[in-house]
């Protein structure tokens, strides 16, 4: 079956970086696009970023710039690097696979 298991979230003062890992099993990874998402507290989950079997890139307007998805297929794992992370960046940065299944979710956390 499907699973998709997140790494590297944490507590970052404003300004730092962090990098986000989806290990993905069960599939043939290369042949699917990937996803990041997000949700704050008391808000809806949101779109960040997304990468398509071919390595083309897609993001949100508010992390275009800061944030960078990228895979890699021999580690079947995607990962978003996170620079100059914001207080408005605190949230549970999910991954999904081809816009069908979840990760469990993994807590980011900006503050001073």
């Known amino acids: 079956q499907v699973q998709l298991v997140e790494s590297g979230g944490g507590l970052v003062q404003p300004g730092g970086s962090l990098r986000l890992s989806c290990a993905a099993s069960g599939i043939i990874f290369s042949a699917f696009a990937m996803a990041w998402y997000r949700q704050a507290p008391g808000k809806q989950r949101e779109f960040v970023a997304h990468i398509t079997s071919g390595g083309n890139t897609k993001y949100a307007d508010s992390v275009k710039g800061r944030f960078t998805i990228s895979r890699d297929n021999v580690k079947n794992t995607v990962y978003l690097q996170m620079n100059s992370l914001k207080s408005d960046d605190t949230a549970v940065y999910y991954c999904?696979?081809?816009?069908?299944?979840w990760g469990q979710g993994t807590q980011v956390t900006v503050s001073s």
């Open positions: 999904n696979l081809d816009g069908s299944f």
